[in-house]
């Protein structure tokens, strides 16, 4: 069994900068790829970033050049760096965890989500 949790999600202006922080326990060694989700108030959740175990990433058009996910193989780690924040970044976000290898794969870990609230 694997756990995923989440931290560090909040309310900001427009413009400004959250980290949010995800950490996996139980049977983590069986994670490979992490990456984050959203899901906005009726939308559909959506892959923002996503990293390998070897470090390759992708983003969302939306949000390159303005979030960076990495990650901590030793910590069990994953983050999201997100700066110049938008009103249209205002979601749940979710961490999540696949036992596949490489960048398009099936997440079967998910974490509860933390509120990301972007103000204008």
């Known amino acids: 069994q694997v756990q995923l949790v989440e931290s560090g999600g909040g309310l900001v202006q427009a413009g400004g900068s959250l980290r949010l922080s995800c950490t996996a326990s139980g049977s983590s060694s069986s994670i490979n790829t992490m990456a984050w989700f959203r899901q906005a108030p009726g939308k559909q959740r959506e892959l923002v970033a996503a990293?390998?175990?070897?470090?390759?990433?992708n983003y969302r058009d939306s949000v390159k050049g303005r979030f960076t996910i990495s990650r901590d193989n030793a910590k069990n780690t994953v983050n999201l760096q997100m700066n110049s924040l938008k009103p249209e970044d205002t979601a749940v976000y979710y961490c999540v965890g696949s036992e596949g290898i490489g960048l398009v794969v099936l997440y079967q870990y998910w974490g509860q989500g933390t509120q990301v609230t972007v103000s204008t």
């Open positions: 990293i390998t175990s070897d470090g390759s990433t």
